[in-house]
């Protein structure tokens, strides 16, 4: 599954409604970091097909990231039925994998 872009509030409130497990990339077009795990992401989304995977852009979604509160980037964040289930600040590839893994265990839940 691709990684998918949130372009709304209200469209971000659907998808972590959604009964899905989902994991949200919090980026930047000039976050060096964003930029060095993004690859590890996309790779990860085709690994793991019961995980929605979605990305915000920092700079154009500002409401997203104020109402999760949003400090540092990449910041990634699990959500199931509209819950924040686990994050990860930095660009961490196996603290991400470990974040993939704990939302894939939750979706048979």
Request: net charge negative; glycine share 8%; with cysteine.
């Amino acid at each position: 599954m691709p990684v998918t872009p949130i372009n709304s509030l209200a469209e971000f409130r659907e998808i972590i409604n959604s009964g899905k497990p989902v994991v949200i990339d919090f980026w930047a077009t000039w976050c060096g970091p964003c930029r060095a795990i993004s690859p590890i992401f996309e790779g990860l989304s085709s690994r793991f097909p019961e995980v929605g995977f979605y990305k915000v852009d920092v700079d154009t979604q500002t409401e997203i990231s104020q109402e999760v509160g949003i400090r540092a980037m990449p910041t990634f964040l699990f959500y199931k039925d509209g819950e924040k289930l686990g994050d990860l600040m930095g660009a961490n590839p196996q603290g991400l994998q470990t974040l993939v893994e704990k939302a894939k265990a939750t979706a048979s839940a």
